[in-house]
């Protein structure tokens, strides 16, 4: 089985501009998950989808947005860029409430 | 609120040696405890996932353990090898979502 994958790996944007994650989870797996992870904040959850809907919501700015499509392949997205937003995007997969697998990230660079 | 903590933050280990990595968390309100490892750049891959109910989970040379009472769970790693240098992470999920609270970690080099 395929595992989570994660596209692009790797962003390097500007200030100000907005930009797209994409993240495709394990077949079968109806729960797609967020987390961003930096140096000073380490692993911080973002948003849970499942089965289309947002689930749980962390404690980020409404910059950060995102949305599951039928076919569970999820997307993040995030608007007015802040060098703050550098960071390592990592995604998530579970069945239900059981194990999460991730995926290799998006490596974010704002400039 | 829930927090995580992992110690030591760091540590150094000579091959062949058994350890042990240490997590705790202050809610002992859990739904499950999983613990990952972090290789420099990469994702987390999933070592050992232990539910609430259950007191420990092997796999392999790991073996993870599961005192929600006190709040603690300990990853040990049996006869360890200069590929098990990583970062390793241990991360509680409590309630009806998969929301994880997520220690620090322990950076873990092991020499040959």
């Known amino acids: 089985k395929a595992g989570v994958t994660q596209t692009p790996r790797y962003l ?7 930009v797209t994650l994409s993240c495709s989870p394990i077949s079968g797996h109806r729960s797609v998950s967020w987390y961003q992870q930096t140096p000073g904040q380490g692993l911080q959850f973002l948003f849970e989808y499942f089965s289309e809907t947002q ?4 404690n980020f700015p409404g910059r950060f947005s995102g949305r599951q499509f039928s076919n569970s392949r999820s997307e ?3 608007s007015t860029l802040e060098l703050g937003d550098s960071a390592l ?3 998530a997969s579970s069945l239900g409430q059981g194990a999460q697998y991730f995926g290799p990230g998006t490596r974010l660079t704002v400039l | 609120k829930q927090e995580v903590t992992q110690i030591p933050a760091a540590l150094s280990v ?4 058994n ?3 240490n997590c705790s968390f202050t809610d002992s309100a859990i739904y499950n405890l999983q613990w990952f490892r972090q290789d420099p750049g990469k994702g987390l891959t999933s070592l050992l996932l232990i539910q609430s ?7 392999g040379r790991l073996n993870a353990s599961l005192d929600k009472s006190s709040g603690r769970s300990t990853l040990y790693i049996a006869a ?4 098990d240098s990583a970062t390793y992470l241990c991360a509680v999920a409590g309630g009806a979502t998969n929301k994880l609270i997520f220690g620090t970690g322990t950076l873990l080099a092991v020499q040959p």
């Open chain 1, 12 to 18: 390097i944007k500007t200030r100000g501009q907005q």
């Open chain 1, 76 to 78: 993040m997205n995030v």
């Open chain 1, 55 to 58: 689930r749980n919501k962390g």
């Open chain 1, 89 to 91: 995007y990592l995604c």
């Open chain 2, 80 to 83: 360890s090898q200069p590929g």
């Open chain 2, 19 to 21: 350890l042990v990595l």
């Open chain 2, 14 to 17: 000579p091959e062949g040696e």
């Open chain 2, 53 to 59: 109910s259950q007191r420990e989970q092997t796999s």
